[in-house]
């Protein structure tokens, strides 16, 4: 099926009658399933198909249409290149890369789609029955499982044509836990890509989601202040993301004057030991893949080294724009959205910081802020909302604390860094990025990092 269906869109392109023009084709099948208080609210598959075609005239912009119907590329292609008409005078400009043909298959230990879903639906009543009598304060237990198995197509008009299999698989735990008249919500999520075995003998994940339960009902809101602060590698991971590799998205640079102000190449932004980079070439990561929307390969990015910006993320259109070189980042959510500038796995790189011990030993009074449960950035300014912290006293971890955000500017805060572990850990949780229309899978992470003066809101 899917060299017929890579010949067919080959072949359609061969009537485009624009200089440049790419197809891509995304077929996904779906299980969703929800468990609540033991007993299934939700069991869904489905399944979805459909495509995107794009084309560029000298001188002008893209021309764009979206289907359904598999059976009528050509006209599809025809279609795109009569919308290209009427964008002339926009002037869009590809950067150079070489076509590559390639097939790029998963690699799962077992295969989900292979799995019956009364297996799937008697892992996740064992998993909510545990969740739900593990401790006497717990009111609501709730576990969500969802697979995803996407078969994307892309050719272009330059000679490009590839298949690639982009696999997820997501597992939920989310518990309503009450203590003295306190209701406290926590939740421990998986977010991978890979087979059904990683969600299989999760028991440990259903005790994590109890012991967060019973140290949250315990927790009193923070002191709001100005404290050091130290983030655990899931936290240090959503500020690399969040804080700082939204800003490197080339598209967001060029729409925004006051950012290509504030983000010039060469800028010293940090210490010599902050290293801060986007890797969507890594194996098994969520956020991995080998060629991006576009047909180019994915590779190591680096945005910070020594402390200095030293790259952004592009898409072939504005890397020609800025006069650099693409980065292997222009991601789709799916076949209905062209391809943005996106993020895939991104990361501070570990240094000799040590471990969490080295990072809080001479804090007098300070936070250890971990997990995360959100977080926005505008411009320079960001907030993040930890998912549960703990106060540091006379450099010993001390009495849980809840309602901790941590607020404060991106270049602040980056010149606040003066601690970066020599520990590291990718976030299995990380989960979509929400930049565009729809979710799109990312990986995040990092060592433990400590960051002076940041200011806490609290009660």
Request: glycine share 10%.
């Amino acid at each position: 099926m899917a060299s017929s269906l890579s010949e067919r869109i080959v072949k359609a392109l061969r009537h485009n009658l624009a200089p440049y023009a790419d197809i891509r084709v995304e077929q996904r099948e779906i299980t969703h399933m929800v468990f609540r208080n033991g007993e299934p609210e939700t069991i869904e598959t489905r399944a979805d198909h459909g495509g995107i075609v794009r084309a560029l005239l000298p001188g002008g912009g893209w021309g764009v249409t979206t289907f359904t119907n598999l059976t009528k590329l050509k006209q599809r292609v025809l279609q795109a290149w009569e919308i290209a008409q009427a964008s002339i005078g926009q002037h869009v400009l590809l950067a150079p890369v070489r076509p590559v043909t390639a097939h790029i298959k998963a690699r799962l230990a077992r295969d989900f789609r292979q799995v019956s879903l009364a297996e799937k639906r008697a892992l996740l009543a064992d998993y909510s029955a545990q969740l739900q009598s593990g401790l006497p304060c717990i009111r609501s237990a709730t576990v969500y499982y969802q697979d995803s198995f996407t078969q994307v197509y892309y050719a272009n008009s330059e000679g490009a044509c590839i298949y690639q299999e982009r696999p997820t698989i997501d597992l939920r735990f989310l518990a309503i836990a009450c203590d003295d008249g306190h209701l406290r919500q926590v939740e421990k999520t998986l977010a991978l890509a890979s087979g059904f075995e990683k969600v299989q003998n999760r028991n440990d994940l259903v005790q994590d989601t109890l012991q967060l339960a019973d140290l949250m009902v315990k927790a009193e809101p923070v002191q709001g202040g100005r404290y050091p602060v130290v983030l655990d590698p899931r936290l240090a991971g959503l500020f690399a993301h969040e804080a700082f590799g939204h800003l490197s998205e080339a598209d967001f640079i060029m729409s925004n004057p006051s950012a290509q102000e504030m983000m010039p190449l060469g800028w010293q932004f940090g210490f010599s030991q902050l290293n801060l980079v986007d890797d969507g070439s890594l194996p098994g990561l969520r956020g991995s893949l080998s060629y991006d929307d576009e047909g180019v390969p994915t590779q190591k990015n680096y945005l910070i080294k020594a402390g200095k910006l030293v790259g952004r993320l592009h898409s072939r259109e504005t890397a020609a724009a800025l006069n650099e070189q693409p980065t292997g980042n222009a991601r789709a959510t799916s076949y209905r959205h062209p391809p943005q500038v996106r993020m895939t796995n991104t990361c501070i790189e570990p240094s000799d910081g040590g471990g969490l011990p080295e990072m809080i030993g001479d804090i007098k009074l300070g936070i250890y802020a971990c997990d995360w449960i959100g977080g926005e950035t505008t411009l320079g300014d960001f907030t993040f909302m930890a998912k549960y912290a703990r106060m540091i006293r006379g450099g010993e971890l001390a009495e849980p604390v809840r309602n901790v955000s941590l607020t404060g500017n991106v270049f602040e805060t980056l010149a606040n860094i003066d601690r970066i572990g020599s520990d590291f850990a990718w976030d299995d949780s990380s989960g979509d990025c929400s930049k565009g229309e729809e979710g799109l899978p990312v990986c995040d992470g990092g060592p433990h990092v400590r960051i002076q003066d940041v200011l806490v809101g609290g009660k």
